[in-house]
């Protein structure tokens, strides 16, 4: 049997193949090892288990989320809860599919909206994305699609990233250190 030449192998359509082959295996690796996961309790209390935001003035990362219904992130000047505090929550429920932005922890919506598409699931991450940029706050799908946005007239300065999911139960939240959003690597040791 003939064995191949060295130039067989190192033809143009080879070496492009072996390199896509490398970088997709360097790409997979760097992109998990940036990748952090973090559990909820299930007493509906916020977590701050990431490090200060790098940029205060131009917020922007993506996050993955696996809980039955309801799901809350916030953004916050301080590393605890406080009366001034972004508030994004997803919500499933036997009535709506809601989205809804607040300027503190459980009160009113500043703006909402209801969907018929199935925002968490129990058993498979959705994944979405959060930019604040001068007091306007967008939240949308992984896919860049806008599902809702609002502008604070009296915007405040943000620092710090919570997560939590609704009492009685337990989530998934997973944050990608794809974009300035942490000063560090995320650490999740809470």
């Known amino acids: 049997m003939a064995r191949p030449?060295?130039?067989?192998?190192?033809?143009p359509g080879h070496i492009c193949q072996l390199c896509f082959i490398c970088l997709t295996t360097l790409f997979s690796l760097s992109r998990s090892s940036e990748c952090s996961n973090y559990k909820t309790g299930i007493m509906g209390k916020?977590?701050?288990?990431?490090d200060m935001l790098d940029d205060q003035d131009n917020i922007n990362f993506h996050f993955k989320v696996k809980v039955m219904k309801y799901a809350y992130v916030t953004l916050s000047p301080v590393a605890h809860d406080t009366t001034n505090q972004y508030e994004i929550a997803i919500g499933n429920s036997e009535q709506a599919n809601t989205l809804a932005i607040r300027r503190c922890r459980q009160c009113d919506d500043e703006k909402s909206i209801t969907t018929r598409y199935r925002l968490l699931e129990a058993n498979e991450y959705k994944e979405f994305w959060v930019k604040l940029k001068s007091g306007r706050l967008e939240f949308g799908h992984f896919n860049g699609t806008i599902l809702l946005s609002w502008t604070d007239m009296y915007a405040f300065d943000t620092r710090y990233v919570g997560i939590a999911t609704g009492a009685g139960l337990s989530g998934d939240f997973v944050f990608c250190?794809?974009?300035?959003?942490?000063?560090?690597?995320?650490?999740?040791?809470v």
């Open 5 to 11: 030449t060295l130039s067989l192998l190192m033809s």
């Open 177 to 189: 250190n794809n974009s300035k959003y942490a000063s560090k690597q995320v650490s999740w040791q």
């Open 46 to 50: 916020y977590k701050y288990p990431m």
